[in-house]
């Protein structure tokens, strides 16, 4: 089993982990990570403290729109730029704070994100699967973030390519490859495969978190 770090919080930076930030990525990139902390607590104090117990009982995407849609909003107002672009690496994938910090990424980085935020804002990990898809309209391969209200149900499908958060049977241009999330992973639909830690790049972005979290 592959667990994300036991953060006191995402968006609790230290001052080693911002004085970082600013050497790594510059001066402004510490304002984007509290600019980035002030949104995740408004999203909390939008929740509310019994969230997580009112996702476990409903049936339906009602009680999580509100937080979904929020969320998926901040983080697709940070810029897109391909890997190469803006790392100088084929594939990359960034961790919440090097994806905010430095102002940019990909389709991965935006999933990723909304994935470590809305499991921060007590989502349970088992309704929500980071998705690599075929999008038939771009012509490449994408990543999104899909939300299950119930584990037969229609996910939600949070994209930066789509502001709107929507049903996958809506998304008929997103072919789904395999999903994953803490702990489980999937091909194509629902057919389980084993565990995310074989899932290199995500297990490399656990291990930067975790030395995030100690500095």
């Known amino acids: 089993m592959l667990s994300t770090p036991a953060y006191s919080g995402l968006v609790d930076f230290s001052k080693g982990l911002l004085d970082h930030v600013r050497q790594r990525f510059g001066p402004e990139a510490p304002k984007r990570l509290l600019q980035m902390q002030q949104a995740v607590h408004q999203f909390r104090a939008t929740a509310g403290k019994d ?33 190469q672009e803006h790392w100088n690496q084929a594939d990359y994938w960034a961790t919440p704070v090097e994806f905010v910090g430095s102002a940019g990424g990909d389709c991965e980085d935006y999933a990723i994100a909304k994935y470590m935020t809305l499991k921060e804002l007590g989502v349970p990990a088992d309704k929500m699967r980071i998705t690599y898809v075929r999008a038939t309209q771009i012509g490449e391969t994408h990543m999104v973030l899909a ?36 702990d489980d992973l999937w091909l194509g639909g629902n057919n389980r495969k084993g565990a995310a830690s074989t899932v290199r790049l995500w297990k490399e972005v656990i291990e930067k978190m975790e030395r995030e979290r100690r500095m």
Do not use: C, G, H
Not at 56 to 67: F, G, K, L, N, Y
């Open 51 to 83: 969230f997580s117990k009112s996702l476990q009982q409903a049936s339906d995407v009602q009680p999580a729109m509100t937080i979904l849609r929020r969320v998926n909003d901040f983080y697709n107002r940070v810029p897109y730029f391909t890997d």
């Open 147 to 182: 939300y299950y209200p119930t584990l037969n149900a229609d996910p939600w499908i949070l994209d930066n390519l789509v502001d709107e958060v929507q049903p996958a049977s809506q998304r008929s241009d997103l072919i789904p490859v395999y999903s994953f999330n803490d």
